[in-house]
């Protein structure tokens, strides 16, 4: 079984993406669509400011359907970004698109990519960030000794500095980290940079009771079946 929820289509088309950026401000910008499915859809040549979570029309072949942003990566080539559909494929895409199932696609995986297992335990996070005075409040799904995932209710640029306080035994617990990675309904990554010894022994000693260990997704093929809804611990 593949990674993939739906078969997907190699092509290059010419298509216009457009919607909303967090300003209120309206954006069409031409894009290259490299694959398909009738769930999603990765684009190319991304020069509009779209962030994930955003949700935005796609124009291409005579069809327009509604998406929302899953992620969005900086390559050599340009901006990739990419989509899940909202809503049902266009009658006329129906023809051409592949029929429902999953595929046998698998990403290759070269290593191992975490340093410490990581284990389920869910604790309250108090999160800072440069020239916002106002602390975020969240809950992190899953920790380690070298990061953590937690549930932030907006989407933050990889390579954000936080500085993360997590709540173990009624105590805050200072670590320094940056943002690896936002996906939508997924979580955002935080791997932890600089932390004294007695952090890490309070985290250590936190994720020894948890039984549940969360699987590194570039160790073996897993399939991503659960997703957890964006939300902040004070809601």
Known sequence: MGCRRQPRVAM????????????????????????????????EDVSCAVSVGDQVALRFEGTTRRYRVMWEQSTADGR??????????????????????????????????????RYVCEVAVEMRMKEVSTPLWVTASDLSEGGCRVQVPHAMKSGTEVSVALWIDSERVWVLGDVTHCIYGCGTGIRFKKLDRAARERIASLVVKSEEMVADRRESAVLMTEFYPAYSATS
Do not use: Y
């Not at 010419?14 to 209120?24: I, P, R, W, Y």
């Not at 954006?27 to 859809?41: T, Y």
């Open 80 to 117: 990739r970004v990419g989509l899940a559909g909202a809503g049902n494929a266009p009658a006329i895409a129906e023809t051409w698109l592949p029929a429902s199932g999953v595929d046998d696609f698998q990403r290759p995986r070269m290593t191992v990519r975490r340093e410490h297992d």
């Open 12 to 43: 290059t088309l010419n298509a216009t993406v457009c919607g909303m950026d967090s300003k209120g401000r309206s954006f069409l910008d031409r894009v290259q669509v490299l694959n398909l499915s009738r769930d999603g859809a990765l684009l």
